[in-house]
């Protein structure tokens, strides 16, 4: 097995009530396991085997990109989270952020709108150009920026799976909510 699942950072209640352990034991511990599983399976005896996962995404189609990809976005959306976040971001991330979006709260908006908007299943996400500047995208299942030659490095993903345990079909709570577990030091990093 070429790829395994990462030990998340925090407990699987330590992000209760805004995502609960219920969901954290499914989405993590089913959902994404699933994908990493059956990505392994897939590649298993071909080209793909010795490729960094960010190559099978940009390299495939079908059935593989929507494993890789699913395996890949959910690793990233569940590190980006903590318990106790950096609730701000700083440094060369806030002062593009300013610039662009004029506010925080402008760029959460703007990301919330975006998610309510995606039909189906699917990811919102912030991410950044060569030259640093930031875009919010939407795509639909598997989707993932890197395929149109972004660095992501912000996701909500809006799959039912995401939020129905804790709020039902309320995705714009789900998405007006998560904000409070989201660490910008984490973002930040990623950005830079
Ligand atoms: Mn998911």
Not at 69 to 90: D, G, L, M, T
Not at 116 to 122: E, R, T
Not at 123 to 137: E, P, R, Y
Request: glycine letters at 8%; zero cysteines.
């Amino acid at each position: 097995m070429k790829f395994t699942q990462p030990k998340l950072p925090y407990a699987p209640d330590a992000l209760s009530p805004i995502i609960s352990q219920r969901t954290i034991d499914y989405h993590w511990g089913k959902h994404t396991k699933a994908y990493i599983d059956t990505l392994n399976e897939l590649i298993l005896g071909t080209a793909y085997e010795d490729m960094p996962i960010e190559d099978i995404i940009t390299h495939s189609n079908g059935k593989l990109f929507n494993q890789a990809s699913q395996a890949w976005n959910h690793i990233f959306y569940f590190f980006q989270f903590s318990p106790e976040p950096v609730k701000e971001p700083r440094g060369k991330l806030y002062e593009q952020i300013e610039k662009q979006y004029g506010s925080l709260d402008e760029l959460k908006k703007l990301i919330i709108e975006a998610g309510i908007g995606v039909f189906g299943s699917g990811w919102v996400w912030l991410s950044a150009d060569d030259n640093g500047k930031l875009l919010i995208t939407q795509g639909g299942n598997a989707a993932n920026p890197m395929t149109d030659g972004l660095r992501p490095i912000l996701t909500l993903d809006v799959w039912e799976h995401a939020y129905y345990l804790d709020y039902q079909n309320l995705r714009a709570e789900y998405l007006k909510k998560v904000w409070d577990l989201i660490d910008w030091d984490i973002i930040g990093i990623r950005y830079e």
